[in-house]
């Protein structure tokens, strides 16, 4: 069922009314994100690395890391987990322990693997152009000895949940009761004005993928 | 010294030209964000979850989340990571391998701690009054039971990277000379307008904290 946990490690535990787990919530809460923050295990050391993400189908793909090299000789691939949040506002509550923030999460937990050579060109050519579309046929392709430095790894969505607050405070009667005010901070991402390198050349104009740029990307 | 690494563990190794140790760097990261990611490991997968954070002095706190049940009875703590990133901004390079984000971003590694009773309530007070100065003072105080309720957990900051990408493309001459164009899109975290929980009875006011809330917050 598509409003059920996929497993028990993906089921929420703390807020679990927020729990969203149908595959277009999923989606759309993944695409609105450039960047992710990956977690791994590296003698019992967790870390995690913010890095750029997209999505294709049913995988999350991202570039070469500190996990690629762990990856290297594993055919297996290694357990991460991949999380997407948007900060959406601050909510002021009236009462203190309700303060809270909106946002939306999505969590992913598997076993991360190496894309294959033969896919991992495609898989850059649709990451680029999902960001900007035209922007893989405007740059320079990548020579022989950039491909063979790029590694790109890659999770497939089967144990993810997503999270969504984008409520007001949660008080109590009691205290909605009381003259205490209370409200939200509505935040989002904005884009500032177009910056071109100041090394360009006169005359190089702004290509559409630039001037057409909006964030989030539609992809 | 202070432009050095802590340990090898925080010593960057990926684009390590963009790392920064110094504490002045680092704070100021993690004061900027309200929310970060926290990784820790629970039978061998790791887990990132994101939470609001605030720093006090040389520790990093953070709410009760699982990593508190699994505190509750290790007086040892448990190995975390702690990571806050700020997207800057998205850099379209000539050459399609030199595409990059502008961002900011700090890494703690280390054991976190239940902070104990006695510590609790102060950091949870200087939590919201830095977020909003008068915040504490306004709402209404936590009972007891929704102190009990309520577990705080802290990461000293020993082990501790920051990473600063703020420059557009690293195009090699030979692709500058060409006649693509290269540049960057700004982006940063915007507020809007300040919403007014619609259950609210008539004529309470907004109150100065929430008047001046900036983001982001000075503390």
Chains 1, 2 share one sequence.
């Not at 750029?52 to 991460?80: F, Q």
């Not at 309700?98 to 896919?119: D, T």
């Not at 991402?189 to 006169?202: N, S, T, V």
Request: net charge neutral; with cysteine.
């Amino acid at each position: 069922m598509a409003d059920e946990p996929a497993s028990e490690r993906t089921r929420l535990r703390r807020y679990h009314w927020l729990g969203k787990y149908d595959r277009e919530t999923i989606n759309n809460i993944i695409d609105a994100g450039i960047i992710c923050h990956v977690g791994y295990v590296f003698n019992g050391q967790p870390y995690v690395t913010p890095t750029s993400h997209w999505r294709i189908d049913d995988y999350v793909y991202w570039h070469g890391s500190a996990a690629s090299r762990m990856l290297k000789n594993l055919e297996t691939g290694i357990p991460v987990c991949f999380t997407v949040t948007h900060l959406d506002g601050i909510v002021f509550a009236r009462a203190a322990m309700n303060h809270n923030v909106q946002f939306r999460s999505v969590m992913a937990l598997g076993n991360a693997e190496l894309v294959p050579e033969e896919m991992k060109r495609e898989a850059l050519a649709i990451f680029t152009d999902r960001l900007a579309p035209g922007l893989w046929d405007y740059a320079r392709k990548p020579n022989e000895q950039e491909w063979r430095a790029t590694k790109v790894i890659r999770l497939r969505l089967d144990e993810v949940s997503a999270k969504v607050n984008d409520v007001l405070a949660g008080d109590e009667e009691e205290d909605c009761a009381s003259d205490r005010w209370s409200g939200a901070v509505p935040l989002s991402i904005a884009q500032g004005q177009l910056i071109c390198d100041p090394k360009l050349a006169p005359g190089i104009a702004v290509p559409d993928f630039a001037k057409n740029f909006r964030y989030p990307p539609k992809r």
